[in-house]
């Protein structure tokens, strides 16, 4: 998860390593609308996309004059390249042609009355727009002061930034005014800095229009028509503001879609897009009016309630906000089933800036996430330390991947008299050279998010099928070895390929080969099936592990090619305390008979669930109970001394 800086003077791209546009956070002032997914080079003149590939291989922090192809001017951005590969672009400052040239289309053709100011508040252009409203030849005010038109502008803080000479920052900020006749209700200021100068563009709203109607261009989320991050923005730092005066409460939510990723990667991106539309209209009837739902991009949306009383009353809209995904949403008569991760932050609580609000609640957000029960938290100080947790473990990947940093650990799987061992399954764990070794749990899902997980999952298969082989020359065994697959590195266009290139170059046999896939993999049933079609006429044997916690369905079992079950442990642990544990487990052994596939139980870790499980049926047996997870040596001493079979 990646934090954005919300301040109205910087522009920013986060790209992916091939420099395709992951988010943006766009400035009206400066840059063009983009598609996520694009690469932004589209975007770019020829000779600005040939700097930053320049900048791209050379990985180093630098400074980039850009020119877009649909924009006049040049614009300064920081690039930073990260260890994941993904790289951020700051604006910093601009050169060349002015922000206000660069919008004087928009500024002419705009519906909306538009005003020009110098800082010190007299009139220097208008649209039409603006003539149209005054409703006579205005622009005989060009020159004069603002109060030409607003004898009683009351909004002292317009006036304070008119007139301070220190203030360069941007800032596009609402206000009430009063004018004569009580036509405009609100009014719109940007602050624009210019070279030489700078400016404001104060935009009339009338008749209850949404102030933000006359940037709508740069406003609307494009995708589900939703407010964007620009939005949330300046609504939010409104929303502190009147809070402060009221001495009330407010409140940010960060939603996440979990598993998202997966309806792209699996369906395409046109079925995710429908998705995240219907998705966004289910959230949307469920947001009360004096609240704002935004989208903030991919999965990711941003809630802001007003006036909040009590604090049980975030998470009640929480709560109804997750209620809401219960029904599945339909598309062609597949039906999604979508659940979502809510961090909560309130105002003051847990922040006195917007800034700090959105940084609270998207670190929440980040505990709930990794939460396997409440999908729901409200911030607390020690989740800001997770989430950088988070951040120095990605910092960290890429370089431990290089120098193969990962370990293996072998853990033993034995016939269901305890005693012969009958297979093998590969954990992984990372020998951090700072912290020492660290579990899957600490790294395997910053992985997956990163997509380092393909590399990561590559090296070990390599290293595990390169390792069975040398203990089958040793000890004359053939008893497989099982190594787990992701769904994003079993969902690559060459994963096949590679299977087969480690086998040819580790010289393993096929048939000693077990990759284990999660039920995940159902999601796109052609697909995997063509896939596991493929593994098997290698030879390879495919194991569905953490059977009957997922997606799949019976008719998908008899409909693909699995060779093993693994039933998950959190089955076998309900076994001491409940008869339908016990049935559960029962069952499941039952189904590999009828599917005639071999069955391992992982987890067994008591006598008695060892003597339980012997009365259900005879699978392979893997836990505590038996081993722990094996160091190379030590599973080398434990062939050497125990009975394998074949």
Same mark, same amino acid.
């Given at each position: 998860?990646?934090?954005?800086?919300?301040?109205?003077?910087?522009?920013?791209? !986060?790209?992916?390593?091939?420099?395709?546009?992951?988010?943006?956070?766009?400035?009206?002032?400066?840059?063009?609308?983009?598609?996520?997914?694009?690469?932004?080079?589209?975007?770019?003149?020829?000779?600005?996309?040939?700097?930053?590939?320049?900048?791209?291989?050379?990985?180093?922090?630098?400074m980039l004059d850009l020119q877009f192809r649909e924009m006049s001017g040049t614009y300064t951005y920081q690039f930073m390249k990260f260890s994941s590969g993904r790289i951020i672009l700051r604006e910093t400052e601009q050169a060349g042609s002015t922000s206000v040239k660069s919008m004087a289309h928009y500024f002419q053709q705009s519906p909306q009355p538009l005003l020009l100011t110098s800082r010190a508040g007299v009139i220097k252009d208008m649209n039409e727009a603006f003539e149209a409203f005054v409703g006579e030849p205005a622009r005989k005010y060009i020159g004069e002061h603002l109060n030409a038109f607003f004898p009683?502008?009351?909004?002292?803080?317009?006036?304070?930034?008119?007139?301070?000479?220190?203030?360069?920052?941007?800032?596009?900020?609402?206000? %009430?005014?009063?004018?004569?006749?009580?036509?405009?209700?609100?009014?719109?200021?940007?602050?624009?800095?210019?070279?030489?100068?700078?400016?404001?563009?104060?935009?009339?709203?009338?008749?209850?229009?949404?102030? /933000?109607?006359?940037?709508?261009?740069?406003?609307?989320?494009?995708?589900?028509?939703?407010?964007?991050?620009?939005?949330?923005?300046?609504?939010? $730092?409104?929303?502190?503001?009147?809070?402060?005066?009221?001495?009330?409460?407010?409140?940010?939510?960060?939603?996440?879609?979990?598993?998202?990723?997966?309806? %792209?990667?699996?369906?395409?991106?046109?079925?995710?897009?429908?998705? +995240?539309?219907?998705?966004?209209?289910?959230?949307?009837?469920?947001?009360?009016?004096?609240?704002?739902?935004?989208?903030?991009?991919?999965?990711?949306?941003?809630?802001?309630?007003?006036? #909040?009383?009590?604090?049980?009353?975030?998470?009640?809209?929480?709560?109804?906000?997750?209620?809401?995904?219960?029904?599945? +949403?339909?598309?062609?008569?597949?039906?999604?089933? +979508?659940?979502?991760?809510?961090?909560?932050?309130?105002?003051?609580?847990?922040?006195?800036?917007?800034?700090?609000?959105?940084?609270?609640?998207?670190?929440?957000?980040?505990?709930?996430?990794?939460?396997?029960?409440?999908?729901?938290? =409200?911030?607390?100080?020690?989740?800001? $330390?997770?989430?950088?947790?988070?951040?120095?473990?990605?910092?960290?990947?890429?370089?431990?991947?290089?120098?193969?940093?990962?370990? !293996?650990?072998? $853990?033993?799987?034995?016939?269901?008299?305890?005693?012969? #061992?009958?297979?093998?399954?590969? !954990?992984?764990?990372?020998?951090?050279?700072?912290?020492?070794?660290?579990?899957?749990?600490?790294?395997?899902?910053?992985?997956?998010?990163?997509?380092?997980? =393909?590399?990561?999952?590559?090296?070990?298969?390599?290293?595990?099928?390169?390792?069975?082989?040398?203990?089958?020359?040793?000890?004359?065994?053939?008893?497989?070895?099982?190594?787990?697959?992701?769904?994003?590195?079993?969902?690559?266009?060459?994963?096949?390929?590679?299977?087969?290139?480690?086998?040819?170059?580790?010289?393993?046999?096929?048939?000693?080969?077990?990759?284990? =896939?999660?039920?995940?993999?159902?999601?796109?049933?052609?697909?995997?099936?063509?896939?596991?079609?493929?593994?098997?006429? /290698?030879?390879?044997?495919?194991?569905?592990?953490?059977?009957?916690?997922?997606?799949?369905?019976?008719?998908?079992? %008899?409909?693909?090619?699995?060779?093993?079950?693994?039933?998950?442990?959190?089955?076998?642990?309900?076994?001491?305390?409940?008869?339908?544990?016990?049935?559960?487990?029962?069952?499941?052994?039952?189904?590999?008979?009828?599917? %005639?596939?071999?069955?391992?139980?992982?987890? #067994?870790?008591?006598?008695?669930?060892?003597?339980?499980?012997?009365?259900?049926?005879?699978?392979?047996?893997?836990?505590?109970?038996?081993?722990?997870? !094996?160091?190379?040596?030590?599973?080398?001493?434990?062939?050497?001394?125990?009975?394998?079979?074949?």
């Amino acid at each position: 998860m990646y934090m954005y800086d919300l301040n109205h003077d910087q522009g920013m791209f !986060l790209l992916t390593p091939d420099s395709k546009i992951l988010d943006a956070f766009i400035r009206p002032s400066s840059m063009p609308q983009v598609v996520e997914g694009e690469q932004i080079g589209s975007y770019l003149t020829p000779a600005a996309a040939a700097a930053l590939q320049e900048a791209v291989q050379k990985g180093e922090q630098t400074m980039l004059d850009l020119q877009f192809r649909e924009m006049s001017g040049t614009y300064t951005y920081q690039f930073m390249k990260f260890s994941s590969g993904r790289i951020i672009l700051r604006e910093t400052e601009q050169a060349g042609s002015t922000s206000v040239k660069s919008m004087a289309h928009y500024f002419q053709q705009s519906p909306q009355p538009l005003l020009l100011t110098s800082r010190a508040g007299v009139i220097k252009d208008m649209n039409e727009a603006f003539e149209a409203f005054v409703g006579e030849p205005a622009r005989k005010y060009i020159g004069e002061h603002l109060n030409a038109f607003f004898p009683e502008f009351t909004s002292d803080w317009v006036y304070d930034r008119l007139e301070d000479p220190e203030h360069e920052d941007a800032f596009h900020r609402a206000a %009430n005014v009063n004018q004569i006749g009580g036509e405009i209700e609100r009014v719109h200021c940007t602050f624009v800095p210019e070279e030489g100068g700078a400016y404001y563009v104060i935009e009339m709203v009338t008749d209850n229009t949404s102030p /933000l109607a006359g940037f709508s261009r740069w406003h609307e989320d494009a995708l589900t028509g939703l407010p964007n991050r620009l939005v949330m923005s300046q609504k939010l $730092q409104d929303a502190l503001l009147q809070a402060e005066q009221d001495r009330t409460q407010c409140a940010v939510l960060f939603i996440d879609i979990d598993r998202f990723r997966l309806i %792209n990667e699996t369906l395409g991106h046109v079925v995710g897009d429908q998705v +995240l539309q219907l998705l966004a209209a289910r959230l949307q009837s469920n947001v009360r009016k004096t609240d704002l739902l935004v989208r903030l991009g991919g999965d990711e949306f941003m809630l802001l309630i007003s006036h #909040v009383k009590e604090a049980d009353e975030v998470e009640y809209v929480a709560e109804r906000l997750l209620a809401s995904l219960h029904p599945p +949403l339909e598309i062609d008569g597949f039906e999604f089933h +979508l659940r979502a991760s809510i961090g909560a932050a309130t105002y003051p609580a847990h922040g006195t800036t917007p800034d700090m609000l959105i940084k609270a609640a998207d670190a929440a957000m980040f505990k709930a996430k990794n939460d396997p029960v409440e999908n729901i938290r =409200v911030y607390k100080s020690q989740m800001s $330390q997770d989430f950088a947790e988070w951040f120095y473990v990605e910092n960290d990947l890429q370089k431990a991947l290089m120098q193969n940093e990962f370990e !293996l650990l072998y $853990q033993p799987q034995f016939h269901i008299d305890g005693e012969k #061992v009958c297979g093998v399954e590969v !954990l992984v764990r990372w020998n951090h050279p700072q912290r020492g070794m660290l579990a899957p749990g600490q790294f395997l899902p910053v992985a997956e998010d990163t997509g380092l997980i =393909v590399d990561l999952g590559h090296q070990v298969l390599k290293q595990a099928c390169r390792q069975m082989k040398a203990w089958q020359q040793t000890y004359d065994t053939k008893i497989p070895i099982s190594v787990n697959v992701s769904m994003k590195q079993f969902m690559q266009k060459d994963f096949v390929t590679k299977v087969e290139n480690i086998i040819l170059e580790t010289g393993l046999a096929p048939t000693c080969l077990e990759l284990e =896939v999660t039920e995940t993999v159902t999601m796109d049933i052609e697909r995997t099936y063509k896939v596991l079609q493929q593994l098997k006429k /290698l030879g390879v044997k495919i194991s569905l592990d953490d059977f009957g916690t997922g997606y799949s369905s019976l008719q998908h079992l %008899n409909e693909l090619p699995f060779d093993v079950f693994k039933v998950d442990q959190s089955f076998v642990k309900k076994m001491v305390h409940h008869e339908r544990g016990r049935a559960m487990v029962h069952t499941m052994l039952k189904l590999g008979e009828i599917f %005639n596939v071999k069955v391992v139980v992982e987890g #067994v870790e008591t006598e008695f669930e060892w003597e339980t499980i012997k009365t259900y049926g005879n699978p392979l047996l893997q836990g505590y109970k038996f081993s722990h997870p !094996l160091t190379e040596d030590q599973f080398s001493n434990l062939l050497r001394q125990t009975p394998a079979e074949d």
